[in-house]
T-cell receptor, first 115, second 111 residues
Framework: SAVISQKPSRDICQRGTSLTIQCQVD?????MFWYRQQPGQSLTLIAT?????????ESGFVIDKFPISRPNLTFSTLTVSNMSPEDSSIYLC????????????FGPGTRLTVL | EDQVTQSPEALRLQEGESSSLNCSYT??????LFWYRQDPGKGPEFLFT???AGEEKEKERLKATLTKKESFLHITAPKPEDSATYLC????????????FGKGTRLHILP
């Protein structure tokens, strides 16, 4: 398994502002992912954070809205830009150690409320 | 298109009343099926990975089984602390190589 921490754990933000969420893992991992979980819904993959290159975004998510960094094998950030109330959600970081069918482990999540 | 359907959406049981949660899936070749537990306001906690039909895994009061079309999470003599949302996810041999999550089953165990 992996020990994953996220900062902040929760935040309340004003419309039009941006928030950067940090994800730190206790050991090097190959894959890091960012998910969104809206109230009462399941998890939706936003993007795969690639170390040393641009993130791979899923359909419906764009880099201008959700810029992602991954400077090394243990750390990634997700920024939610120009926020609106529709961005209110739980944002989750997950990691896996290898390619192929490898279990993903999740961080505790960041609960974001946009007013 | 790969799909994952979990049933029931919600389940209320008395403490000690055993039951099963279902995860039906449609994928073009299964690489792995995952079960997670999620408590309110927290990230999913990994429970099991199953790779092939006939495989079973157990952890305390939980046992996961897998067939070619579905997986069951059996809960034996549950306790109130087993109350949570249980998520199923599948990794198929799709071109996108993504893991797809079901919507979960909200389980509530009454003392």
């Amino acid at each position: 398994s992996a020990v994953i921490s996220q900062k902040p754990s929760r935040d309340i933000c004003q419309r039009g502002t941006s928030l950067t969420i940090q994800c730190q893992v206790d050991s090097q991992v190959t894959m890091m992912f960012w998910y969104r979980q809206q109230p009462g819904q399941s998890l939706t993959l936003i993007a795969t954070a690639n170390q040393g290159s641009e993130a791979t975004y899923e359909s419906g998510f764009v880099i201008d809205k959700f810029p992602i960094s991954r400077p090394n094998l243990t750390f990634s950030t997700l920024t939610v830009s120009n926020m609106s109330p529709e961005d209110s959600s739980i944002y989750l970081c997950s990691v896996s150690r290898g390619l192929g069918t490898d279990t993903q482990y999740f961080g505790p999540g960041t609960r974001l409320t946009v007013l | 298109e790969d799909q994952v359907t979990q049933s029931p959406e919600a389940l209320r049981l008395q403490e000690g009343e055993s039951s099963s949660l279902n995860c039906s899936y449609t994928v073009s070749g299964l690489r792995g099926l995952f079960w997670y537990r999620q408590d309110p306001g927290k990230g999913p906690e990994f429970l099991f990975t199953l790779y092939s039909a006939g495989e079973e895994k157990e952890k305390e009061r939980l046992k996961a089984t897998l067939t070619k079309k579905e997986s069951f999470l059996h809960i034996t003599a549950p306790k109130p602390e087993d109350s949570a949302t249980y998520l199923c996810a599948v990794h198929g041999m799709n071109r996108d190589d993504k893991i797809i999550f079901g919507k979960g089953t909200r389980l509530h165990i009454l003392p």
